[in-house]
């Protein structure tokens, strides 16, 4: 489950082409600062945009990290 790129945040292409990304948490939460990358080639990807996800956003994805 992936929350959706806020509209003024989304590439003109395909969104099936970039990546979202958060940083690591090592304890069972929802994630709250998404990353949309965009891969150039072998391990280098650009960050085109980071955001904060709402409250709204992160209790419904809390409830896929619930035990």
Do not use: C, Q
């Not at 082409?17 to 939460?29: C, D, K, S, T």
């Not at 990358?37 to 409250?55: P, R, S």
């Amino acid at each position: 489950m992936v929350p959706p790129v806020p509209p003024g945040l989304r590439p003109a292409s395909a969104i099936g082409n970039y990546h979202v990304l958060w940083e690591a948490e090592w304890e069972r939460v929802a994630p709250a600062d998404p990353a949309l990358l965009k891969h150039i080639g072998g391990d280098l990807y650009a960050v085109l945009a980071v955001w904060d996800l709402t409250e709204l956003e992160r209790a419904v994805l809390a409830g896929r990290f619930a035990e």
